[in-house]
């Protein structure tokens, strides 16, 4: 006998139950009647039967001398099984494809179905009973009941490029066993699989259902039927798929690797897991999972932005494709009883449907200004605000926790670091225990020190994302003009940056280097308003955000050693003569910018007058100007300019507190220098030069009004004493690109101490008392998915303003194990980066795109509903604004 049908054939044998009113063939011989009426009388309900290679059964027959027959079924093809390979690769032990060959059979068939009685007389006859039995009933009564002969094979392949793997699947199966077993195949961790049937057809299979696959056998032999795999992260564009099919028609015939057979039909199924990148900016038609986008139902570019990053994270994505509505708390007050949930989850499947048409998302905004109506309407707003909101809402409604504990806070001072986190993080998880805890949430170390009785506090506290800070939005520009008491240099204006939220020691150092200050000196600060000093900044823990941008600032270079000394302060005044009915009237209006200096001896107004004089030495005309008859205010129109807008007269000097002589005073105008007043409560008095000053040995400041004199007027430079600019003035910086910072500059701003807002005060339960503490942020326990937040837009009282700094941020490689105090070793901190959501153009008129990786470093844009590819290499830019990273272990 052949060695193809030796006993070894023995292992591919079945016997299934065979029912007694099942269509029976006739019987060939007398002996096959009687073995087969045995086995009838013993078993009338039920009979096995054996299914054997037809050509083994056919050379057994030939070999016996009573011809043994009985063949009750044959299974037959139209054409040699030549698929040999399939067996190869899955079965390892086997080293023959022959065996494949073998039981494919000749003449058209390809099994024989025989009674136990004429199975097991043949297994007499071999001396062999090697053969395994199956207890299949009811061959014929139940579909999910058969034995297969011929198992559906299906070719599995990332590319044409690639070999495929080949497997043989049951038709019983239905599509949910089917994605398991691809997912196990490719060792992915979703089941996030479409199957398409590509016979002329567009039925689709959905996985949550159990849908069994079609039936391949109730069509004409030949036919192919396309199965097409997608998993998270592939497609397939319609022009790939429309030329994948006129590929196989071309080679109907010679695809044999993809053929199946099963009972006589044949069908060519190939089940594809495509990676290829598409071209061109349109994608339409089958097998383009999440590539959809989402209409702009007017000014909803920001929500569609941070949607489409959302629903490209992983663990949402199976999360919410899952059975998510298990966890929904319908009973959380904080939550919005499911209702948020709900929505977003039926438009997360709606973007990972098959297809590419773009989704309306009218219902989920409708949800969305129900419980957020700040976002009802059509307004533009900011993607990250609705990112905080969505993210906080879908946690609330997602909350596992049903009852939250009452926990009480305990004093953890003197205990270790590790074992107070651990704690406040379980005492979170004990209140907040959702999918966006599991997946986006971390924890950071909150150090405050009491600038005062330097109590520290430490907290342990979640986040959900990071808020980085660009230089620009922690810095503050500030231009102040200093103002020298030696008597030799002219005041001079200096620009800085100070931090936003610091304290006017910040201010004062800074200026202190940029002014090159002494170290015999010491700066004084004063606020500016209508020519007066109006308040001293001497205290140094007060906030620079009491400063507005409108504000105008001096500083005074005081030496040191007179800080015990009283400081005077000369305010200047000037005449004027407007014409009133024909008359000439004189009033005294105050103009410039008042002089500081401390004077140790006060027993006469000489002293006070001299050092006045050496105030006012830099300001002095050159000689050559006043013999050419140079006048100050002729050129310079700042002082008359300024004068015209002061129309109230100085309540602090007039006409009747000078004297009624009024020849007197206009022969003062013209020919003398100046006048000094003391200012006092009960109003201006004359100092006289050789007389003593009547003031308090205890006071510490007193002001003196200074009267100038026409002639004196003429001989200073007055424009230097009156220009003084503002603190900031936005219209007067012109946009010029920035520099560019890198993230981890950003990070390190983030983490770096810095004081408290004066809104944001810390109660130190050592003083009892509200405290501007400074604080200290620190990362301890990094979330799966990261979302880091780029502070690109500032807001103040008077103008709102964006920065365009461009931020180069990593997107293979953000290692964050130096920035993070606590180190797991079980968890990588190293993150991949995988959306972006970007903001274009201004505050007024921006609009809101994304970037999503697609997997394998295909990136595409989403535009509202336009969807398109977009390079590695561009999706850094200065637009970029919140970032999308995810955990990767270390290379």
């Known amino acids: 006998m052949d060695d193809r049908f030796s006993s070894e054939d023995d292992d591919h044998l079945f016997d299934l139950d065979y029912h007694p009113y099942a269509r029976k063939r006739p019987l060939s011989s007398r002996l096959d009647r009687d073995e087969y009426d045995e086995a009838d009388d013993e078993e009338t309900n039920r009979q096995k039967l054996y299914l054997v290679p037809y050509r083994w059964w056919k050379e057994t027959q030939r070999s016996v001398a009573d011809q043994i027959g009985g063949i009750l079924y044959t299974v037959s093809s139209n054409d040699d099984y030549a698929d040999s390979q399939i067996v190869l690769e899955l079965s390892k032990e086997e080293s023959s494809g022959d065996r494949v060959k073998a039981e494919g059979g000749v003449s058209g068939r390809a099994y024989a179905l025989v009674n136990e009685a004429l199975w097991l007389r043949t297994l007499k006859w071999?001396?062999?009973?090697?053969?395994?039995?199956?207890?299949?009933?009811?061959?014929?009564?139940?579909?999910?009941?058969?034995?297969?002969?011929?198992?559906?094979?299906?070719?599995?392949?990332?590319?044409?490029?690639?070999?495929?793997?080949?497997?043989?699947?049951?038709?019983?199966?239905?599509?949910?066993?089917?994605?398991?077993?691809?997912?196990?195949?490719?060792?992915?961790?979703?089941?996030?699989?479409?199957?398409?049937?590509?016979?002329?057809?567009?039925?689709?299979?959905?996985?949550?259902?159990?849908?069994?696959?079609?039936?391949?056998?109730?069509?004409?032999?030949?036919?192919?039927?396309?199965?097409?795999?997608?998993?998270?992260?592939?497609?397939?564009?319609?022009?790939?798929?429309?030329?994948?099919?006129?590929?196989?028609?071309?080679?109907?015939?010679?695809?044999?690797?993809?053929?199946?057979?099963?009972?006589?039909?044949?069908?060519?199924?190939?089940?594809?897991?495509?990676?290829?990148?598409?071209?061109?900016?349109?994608?339409?038609?089958?097998?383009l999972l999440s590539l959809t986008g989402l209409q702009n139902l007017g000014n909803t570019c920001f929500m569609n932005s941070a949607i489409q990053c959302l629903v490209h994270t992983p663990q949402l994505v199976d999360y919410f494709l899952g059975d998510y509505q298990k966890d929904i708390n319908y009973e959380n007050p904080l939550g919005m009883n499911g209702e948020l949930?709900?929505?977003?989850?039926?438009?997360?499947?709606?973007?990972?449907?098959?297809?590419?048409?773009?989704?309306?998302?009218?219902?989920?905004?409708?949800?969305?200004?129900?419980?957020?109506?700040?976002?009802?309407?059509?307004?533009?707003?900011?993607?990250?605000?609705?990112?905080?909101?969505?993210?906080?809402?879908?946690?609330?409604?997602?909350?596992?926790?049903?009852?939250?504990?009452?926990?009480?806070?305990?004093?953890?001072?003197?205990?270790?670091?590790?074992?107070?986190?651990?704690?406040?993080?379980?005492?979170?998880?004990?209140?907040?225990?959702?999918?966006?805890?599991?997946?986006?949430?971390?924890?950071?170390?909150?150090?405050?020190?009491?600038?005062?009785?330097?109590?520290?506090?430490?907290?342990f506290d979640p986040f959900m994302y990071l808020t980085l800070p660009l230089p620009s939005t922690t810095m503050r520009t500030m231009t102040l003009t200093v103002f020298s008491t030696d008597g030799i240099m002219l005041p001079t204006p200096f620009t800085i940056a100070v931090p936003k939220c610091g304290r006017l020691k910040d201010l004062i150092d800074t200026l202190s280097v940029a002014c090159s200050l002494r170290n015999d000196e010491t700066l004084l600060a004063a606020e500016i308003y209508k020519n007066q000093i109006v308040r001293l900044l001497d205290e140094p823990s007060d906030s620079l955000a009491l400063i507005r941008d409108d504000d105008k600032l001096v500083?005074?270079?005081?030496?040191?050693?007179?800080?015990?000394?009283?400081?005077?302060?000369?305010?200047?005044?000037?005449?004027?003569?407007?014409?009133?009915?024909?008359?000439?009237?004189?009033?005294?209006?105050?103009?410039g910018v008042p002089l500081v200096a401390r004077i140790q001896d006060l027993s006469s107004g000489s002293e006070i007058h001299d050092q006045f004089l050496k105030l006012l030495s830099p300001f002095l005309m050159p000689v050559e100007d006043l013999v050419n008859g140079y006048d100050g205010n002729e050129t310079g129109n700042t002082v008359n300019e300024y004068s015209k807008m002061e129309d109230i007269v100085s309540p602090l000097v007039s006409d009747s507190d000078v004297g009624s002589d009024g020849g007197a005073e206009n022969d003062f105008c013209l020919n003398s220098d100046f006048k000094f007043y003391l200012i006092n409560k009960m109003g201006p008095v004359e100092i006289k030069m050789n007389k003593p000053v009547s003031i308090s040995r205890f006071t510490k400041k007193f002001d003196v009004s200074v009267h100038w004199s026409d002639k004196m007027m003429e001989k200073y430079d007055t424009c230097l004493l009156s220009s003084l600019p503002e603190v900031f003035k936005p219209q007067l910086f012109t946009r010029r690109p920035q520099e560019s910072i890198s993230l981890n500059k950003c990070l390190e701003g983030f983490l770096q101490e810095e004081p408290l807002g004066p809104d944001d005060m810390w109660y130190c339960p050592r003083c009892k008392k509200p405290r501007q503490a400074n604080k200290k942020l620190d990362l301890w326990r990094l979330p799966e998915i990261l979302v880091i937040h780029l502070k690109r837009f500032s807001y103040s009282r008077f103008f709102k303003n964006k920065l365009e700094t461009f931020v180069d941020f990593p997107i293979h490689d953000l290692n964050l194990s130096h920035y993070i105090s606590h180190i797991d070793s079980q968890l990588s901190n190293c993150y991949q980066l995988y959306a972006i959501s970007n903001h274009y153009g201004g505050m007024g008129g921006g609009h809101y795109t994304a970037f999503v990786d697609h997997g394998h470093g295909r990136w595409f844009e989403f535009d509202d509903e336009k969807v398109f590819p977009v390079s590695e290499d561009r999706i850094k830019s200065s637009a970029a604004y919140v970032l999308f990273y995810r955990r990767v272990q270390e290379a």
């Open 126 to 287: 071999h001396n062999d009973s090697k053969a395994s039995e199956t207890d299949a009933r009811n061959h014929f009564v139940a579909e999910d009941q058969s034995q297969e002969v011929f198992p559906l094979q299906i070719r599995l392949s990332f590319s044409p490029e690639t070999n495929s793997l080949l497997v043989k699947i049951s038709l019983k199966d239905n599509t949910v066993d089917l994605y398991r077993r691809a997912c196990s195949i490719f060792s992915s961790q979703s089941e996030l699989l479409q199957i398409w049937d590509f016979s002329g057809q567009t039925s689709q299979f959905v996985m949550n259902e159990i849908i069994n696959l079609p039936n391949i056998s109730s069509g004409k032999p030949g036919k192919e039927t396309l199965l097409e795999l997608h998993v998270h992260g592939f497609f397939v564009t319609t022009t790939e798929s429309n030329k994948r099919l006129a590929e196989l028609s071309r080679t109907e015939n010679s695809l044999g690797k993809s053929q199946v057979k099963t009972n006589g039909s044949s069908d060519n199924l190939s089940l594809m897991l495509t990676d290829r990148s598409p071209s061109g900016s349109g994608y339409r038609g089958i097998g």
């Open 341 to 459: 949930a709900l929505a977003f989850g039926e438009l997360l499947r709606k973007l990972w449907a098959p297809g590419a048409v773009p989704v309306a998302p009218r219902m989920f905004k409708c949800k969305l200004a129900k419980f957020a109506p700040q976002f009802s309407g059509y307004n533009q707003h900011d993607s990250q605000e609705f990112l905080a909101f969505l993210l906080d809402g879908l946690h609330e409604d997602l909350n596992r926790v049903k009852c939250k504990p009452y926990i009480e806070a305990k004093d953890a001072e003197g205990c270790p670091d590790e074992e107070v986190a651990d704690e406040y993080w379980r005492n979170h998880l004990a209140r907040n225990d959702s999918i966006i805890v599991d997946v986006c949430q971390g924890q950071y170390r909150s150090t405050l020190v009491c600038p005062v009785c330097k109590k520290v506090s430490v907290t």
């Open 555 to 591: 500083a005074y270079r005081l030496p040191k050693v007179s800080e015990t000394y009283p400081l005077v302060v000369f305010s200047h005044q000037q005449v004027e003569r407007p014409y009133t009915f024909g008359v000439v009237a004189s009033n005294w209006k105050p103009f």
